[in-house]
């Protein structure tokens, strides 16, 4: 099982390295972000579910099959997908608020957790059509497709194949503009590669897939939940507080205070000048990002819905479950 403290050195050298604030670095300053929180993801151990539910495996592809998450619930089907680096269990301690609304399950994508790991098949094309795939061998129609993170860019292209299957889209913290990975320096792609755990020619072939999000085709109603930051430690201490309410995502108490996010937080608080010069440098990038990821989902569904949560984690789901819960009653309420 990995640990928090070892993935955060992973954290401490990418803020380290953060150059002066660009354009081309809104991408760079969200993962500066997002590795806290696959470090935290990953430190889950897997064989432990923190909620009641079936597992089973479905076959997208000869040979290819996806872990499924059942949480029962009757009605619409309603299919929750990870971000990258996570798996379908990551939603254990949401997935169940949402099954009076329907049939909640939670798909784990090609080469992460209990589903089939090949040599090839990892571009977001292929991502999405996986998804298709599953909702087409289950027969599941008008379904809700929530993402979280990554899990946005399979929303947005199986979007584009207008299939009745889908109902409407759920982006939590998702309609990001992932292309921006690609920009990355060679070391800074390389310890976001090994934090997904992902092997070098997957990581390559998900890369050269990536383009900037096209909203265009997205017909169907659609809800964008944005976690906007007021302050550059909001991201630290919101992700101190969901270790705090939801111990199970990683070790002891003892192990969670030796975290990157602990060191930092109490580095930029000492007034550490390093700390405080690069954590201001990359919260001014990614209030940057956020606010051009919010036009960007507006400019291309006019006809969608965005809720900015000022102060929320990444993890939108677990540090703002309320707000969350909330607004999907209204939404879904609303869809026909």
Known sequence: ???????????????????????????????????????????????????????????????????????????????LLAGLGGTAHVFDNFAPKLTGYGHVLGLTRRGFGASTAPESGYSVSRFARDLMEALNALDLKNAVLIGHSFGGEELTRA??????????????????DQNEIRKMGANQSDEMRRAMQMKENAWQELLSSMTPPDYRNIQVPAIAFFAVSKAATDSLERGIDILNTYPDLEGSATER???????????????DPMVRHNLDMSFAAYRAAT??????????????????????????????????LRELDYFMRDLP
């Open 1 to 79: 099982m990995t640990r928090v403290c070892e993935l955060g050195e992973i954290t401490r050298t990418l803020v380290q390295k953060l150059p002066c604030v660009r354009s081309r670095y809104r991408g760079l300053a969200r993962i500066v972000f997002v590795v806290l929180i696959v470090a935290s993801l990953d430190a889950q151990d897997r064989t432990k579910d923190r909620s009641s539910h079936k597992v089973f495996s479905i076959a997208v592809e000869k040979d290819i099959r996806l872990e499924m998450l059942d949480w029962g619930g009757f009605g619409r089907p309603i299919v």
């Open 257 to 271: 205070k030796m975290t990157a996010s602990y060191k930092m937080l109490e580095a930029y608080r000492n007034n």
């Open 291 to 324: 606010e051009y990821n919010i036009k960007l989902f507006r400019a291309g569904v006019p006809h969608g819905r965005i809720v900015e949560l000022m102060g929320a984690h990444h993890l939108i789901y677990l540090s703002n479950q309320a707000d969350v």
């Open 159 to 176: 979007a584009a194949v207008q299939s009745n299957r889908i109902a409407a889209l759920v982006y939590l913290d998702a309609a990001i």
